[in-house]
């Protein structure tokens, strides 16, 4: 999301009032996965664009559902014109509370589903970006000039990208290196991370041994990133034999046992073929899709 878009913008003049002196206390604890995610708004924004697209959704699923409810109690029920309007307006006016509820409800989760997967992104790429910045400290390189090469040094992603954050404060902002890095030690969603940030900022503030605190830590890193990948590979054969046992083989044994029962009934042949067509063009697809989406979920980061 970009704070300089126009919807932000309207939103923020016609809702910040109310998200300022009603939302803010209630949703403070969004702050910090706002911040975390990387989303470039402030808090009263954010809640300004939920309350926005809230109240759109109200209004749109409002009427539309009365509109719709209205026409299938007329027409389908047969139910008085009177008795169809106050039950349009009522389930419409219900539906459009259950929707923007679960609009906001969205927003209000949006941060943190964000952090989960930049923390996966930072960690998976962790071991790497520790062992180059490792490899460069051992050729004399000032922290500062480290930072800079890994932030273009786009490969490593979300660590690139805290790495720009961190160059950018010190020469945007002027800030002194120390303290960029405990910021970007502050807002990082990844616990290992956060521990290298504080480590290199102790380092440069008190003195020590940067490249052996580095290979140490991509050492440290590199045997976490094998053991994630090993219980990986533990998870995907458990994974794989759920979904031929449950997935491949039950469709199979539904489509035997329900010809063999539409074979010995036929007045139930409809209702058979319509369940196997379910399970065929529905079923499987669907579930097979689910499994992918698991798989890629939990699935490390081979990217160097």
Not at 42 to 57: F, G, K, N, Q, R
Request: aromatic share 12%.
């Amino acid at each position: 999301m970009d704070s300089n878009d126009a919807y932000v913008r309207v939103s923020y003049k016609y809702f910040c009032g109310f998200a300022r002196k009603y939302l803010v206390s209630a949703f403070k604890d969004l702050y910090k996965d706002i911040r975390r995610a990387n989303i470039s708004m402030t808090l009263v924004e954010y809640l300004s664009v939920a309350m926005a697209i809230s109240l759109v959704v109200f209004m749109t699923m409002s009427v539309s559902s009365t509109v719709i409810v209205f026409l299938l109690l007329k027409s389908v029920a047969n139910v008085t014109i009177p008795s169809a309007i106050v039950l349009g307006v009522f389930m419409g006016f219900l539906f459009g509370v259950m929707s923007s509820c679960g609009i906001f409800m969205l927003y209000y989760t949006y941060p943190s589903v964000m952090v989960a997967d930049r923390k996966k992104k930072i960690d998976d790429c962790l071991p790497f970006a520790t062992l180059y910045l490792a490899t460069i400290s051992g050729s004399g390189t000032p922290p500062i000039s480290m930072f800079r090469a890994l932030a273009n040094f786009k490969e490593y992603g979300e660590i690139s990208k805290e790495s720009e954050r961190i160059i950018e404060e010190t020469d945007v902002l002027g800030v002194n290196l120390a303290v960029a890095i405990e910021n970007a030690a502050n807002r990082t969603p990844s616990n290992r991370l956060r521990d290298i940030f504080w480590g290199i900022k102790s380092i440069i503030v008190v003195g020590g041994d940067l490249q052996t605190f580095l290979h140490e830590k991509a050492e440290n890193t590199m045997m976490e990133y094998k053991r994630r990948l090993a219980q990986f590979t533990q998870q995907l054969t458990m994974f794989i034999e759920m979904y031929i046992t449950v997935v491949i083989v039950g469709s199979v044994f539904f489509m035997v046992l329900t010809t063999i029962m539409g074979s010995m009934s036929s007045g139930s042949s409809q209702m058979i073929v319509l369940l196997q067509f379910l399970i065929t063009f529905l079923f499987l697809p669907v579930a097979s899709f689910g499994f992918m989406i698991l798989i890629k979920g939990i699935a490390p980061s081979t990217k160097t």
